[in-house]
């Protein structure tokens, strides 16, 4: 039983990761730019939420405060795009990161003049609660944590299938001269990507910040979600998930049974031997770049 | 004549700081094939480029209905009915072919018409209705140029801009697709610049005939006069007449400009 208990929480962790890493992944596809800033994007969603919902600040509802949070957090991503990152187009990819980086620095610090630095926890309806179902207890939080991340992953999926904004966006990012040729406008397109990805962002926040507590440097969790994302293969939407899992999955099992010092190094011991031997990553797209 | 759906006046265009066209004027009229014909490097991508909007022009007029279109973002070029068929196919090779064309149809807001039209296009080339569900990378270079010209087509173009269909394929291959073309042209009255450097296929099926060199128009005339052409006979369809000399004959002249 002890290792189902920690099947569910390493899956809702992974989730998180796999959420963040979507983020990174959305917008690596539609512009060919690794936005560093996503982890700390995720931290400023969860922090906003706080702030909506926390007795000590806006004091919401939870249901106001979460659809306002996602809002907020893709205005966020839409006016990072159309504001800064826009103007580096034509500009070298370093630049892009760098950018990105400082924009993860601005974040850091406005949420620590607002909210401080010392640790908080989102005050969610599913903190503290459990489910029970013959001997296992599990976290209402984490299995909240799973269902909401399938909810998205098929959502997007839909979105990205079925909907004429979502096939846009895969066509602006697999052949962008094209999809300027055919009418589609991609600058805005891009600045859309970026919205959704802010939006991503603010459900991986809020997700992470009722399971835990969180704090300016929840968003260096961005890190490992990247890692995350190369597991996955940077460039596909389920191998994100996917690699979000693994790593939520290898942490708690490793830490059990190889002790914390080994388990920390885990995740990033698979990215090595994933770069080494299967360079894509496990669900990559290679077609993509071909053309 | 009436007043042409496209008029190009004076139309200059950089690559950096390479004048890429030099002051071109080309006029398009309602229901007919205009070909821009040139070697490698004259400027014709670059003249589609910016009437598309894709480039935008240093100087010179580009009227579509009278209205002025220079410098306007190529999505609102694309929303008042020029679409850009590019060179080289640039399809979207991850898409399924039926969503290649449908996203020819971005800009259209009437279901309707846009299932009509994904018909008539599947009427016209029915080996893509046989790959509708295959993604568009998998084809072959001719059935891409098709997905290319039905993509463009969805957009019920006022003017098509078509750059070199002929690009990379077979005799055959070319005769069959500009067969379509020309079909297209009387069947369904779209109105097309073309632009061309297999100058015979092109002056069979055009009207018009414009002829470009580094940037600039040196000829223009209706096609059947161009093909009979001495010029166009001898550089472009390879007849070779003993003892001529090869020089352009409009290089001989003193007010070709």
Same mark, same amino acid.
């Given at each position: 039983m002890d290792a189902l208990q920690l099947l569910v929480s390493g899956l809702a962790n992974g989730c998180v990761y796999g959420l963040i890493a979507m983020g990174f992944v959305l917008i690596y596809k539609a512009t060919e730019a690794v936005n560093f800033a996503q982890g700390d994007m995720m931290m400023l969603g969860a922090f906003v939420a706080l702030g909506l919902t926390n007795e000590h600040y806006a004091h919401l509802p939870f249901v106001v405060a979460v659809p306002l949070t996602i809002l907020i957090m893709a205005a966020v991503g839409y006016l990072m795009d159309a504001v800064l990152l826009r103007r580096t187009f034509g500009? &070298?990819?370093?630049?892009?990161?760098?950018?990105?980086?400082?924009?993860?620095?601005?974040?850091?610090?406005? *949420? /620590? +003049?607002?909210? /401080?630095?010392?640790?908080?926890? #989102?005050? &969610?309806?599913?903190?503290?609660? !459990?489910? $029970?179902? /013959?001997?296992?207890?599990?976290?209402? !939080?984490?299995?909240? +944590?799973i269902v909401v991340t399938i909810a998205l992953t098929v959502g997007m999926y839909f979105f990205f299938a079925r909907t004429k904004m979502g096939v846009a966006m895969q066509a602006s990012s697999q052949n962008q001269m094209a999809a300027y040729y055919m009418g589609i406008p991609v600058k805005r397109v891009h600045s859309l990507v970026w919205a959704l990805s802010g939006a991503v962002a603010a459900i991986a926040g809020i997700l992470f910040a009722s399971k835990g507590s969180i704090d300016p440097a929840t968003g260096f969790l961005g890190i490992k979600a990247f890692a995350a994302a190369v597991i996955g293969g940077l460039g596909s939407l389920p191998g994100a998930l996917l690699g979000g899992i693994i790593i939520g999955l290898v942490e708690p099992f490793s830490a059990r049974y190889l002790g914390g010092d080994l388990a920390r190094l885990m995740p990033y011991l698979i990215l090595v031997l994933i770069l080494v031997f299967r360079p894509h990553g496990i669900l990559s797209q290679v077609q993509a770049k071909k053309v | 004549m009436s007043e042409p759906i496209? $008029? +190009? !006046?004076?139309?200059? &265009?950089?690559?950096g700081p390479v004048m890429a066209i030099r002051g071109v004027s080309v006029e398009v009229h309602e229901g007919q094939i205009v070909t821009v014909l040139g070697a490698n490097g004259a400027g014709k991508t670059t003249l589609l480029k910016t009437i598309s909007g894709i480039m935008d022009p240093e100087k010179g007029t580009i009227h579509l209905e009278g209205e002025s279109i220079q410098g306007m973002e190529p999505d609102q070029i694309v929303r008042r009915g020029v679409i850009h068929v590019p060179e080289g196919r640039e399809v979207f090779p991850l898409l399924s072919v039926e969503e290649n064309l449908l996203m020819g149809a971005y800009t259209r807001n009437d279901k309707a018409g846009v299932r009509n039209d994904l018909e008539m296009v599947y009427g016209y080339f029915p080996i893509l209705k046989d790959k509708a569900r295959q993604a568009a990378g998998t084809l072959s270079g001719g059935q891409q140029q098709? #997905? *290319?010209?039905?993509? /463009?087509? #969805?957009?019920? %173009?006022? +003017?098509?801009?078509? !750059?070199? %269909?002929?690009l990379g394929l077979s005799p055959l291959l070319v005769k069959e697709i500009f067969t379509i073309i020309k079909r297209l042209n009387t069947e369904q009255g779209v109105t097309m610049m073309l632009v061309e450097q297999n100058a015979k296929v092109a002056l069979d099926t055009a009207h018009h005939g414009y002829v470009m060199e580094i940037g600039r128009i040196v000829m223009n005339d209706k096609a059947p006069v161009l093909a009979a052409s001495k010029d166009i006979q001898e550089f472009y369809l390879g007849v070779q007449e003993a003892g001529e000399r090869t020089q352009k004959r409009w290089k001989k002249r003193k007010t070709w400009r």
């Open positions: 500009q &070298s990819q370093i630049a892009v990161v760098i950018l990105t980086i400082a924009i993860g620095f601005v974040f850091r610090f406005v *949420a /620590g +003049v607002i909210w /401080g630095h010392e640790p908080q926890s #989102l005050e &969610s309806p599913l903190a503290g609660r !459990d489910i $029970r179902f /013959g001997g296992v207890v599990l976290g209402l !939080d984490e299995v909240f +944590v | 496209l $008029r +190009v !006046d004076n139309l200059e &265009s950089y690559y098709m #997905l *290319a010209i039905g993509r /463009g087509l #969805l957009a019920k %173009p006022k +003017v098509m801009l078509l !750059d070199e %269909p002929s």
